[in-house]
């Protein structure tokens, strides 16, 4: 619902907002979540409680939108 404001540094806000404004559409959101989850797939495994889960996911302070666009989008 906030499309990762809060979330991402301001630069990378920006540049994922570029993203959906450049495909002209919303499914870059769904998309960067998926990557994210992917990312962090095993630290996910490991944790037991949601606190911990939380934790993971909202420090995406090393997240570089572009790159990993790119990289998903240019898999076969």
Not at 44 to 64: F, G
Request: net charge negative; no cysteine; glycine share 2%.
């Amino acid at each position: 619902m906030r499309a990762f404001s809060g979330h991402l540094p301001p630069e990378q806000l920006l540049i994922l907002w570029d993203l959906i404004l450049g495909y002209d559409s919303l499914e870059i959101l769904s998309l960067l979540a998926l990557i994210i989850l992917s990312f962090r797939r095993e630290s996910l495994m490991q944790v037991v409680t949601l606190e911990n889960i939380e934790a993971i996911l909202s420090d995406l302070s090393s997240v570089k939108v572009l790159p990993l666009i790119q990289l998903t989008l240019s898999r076969d």
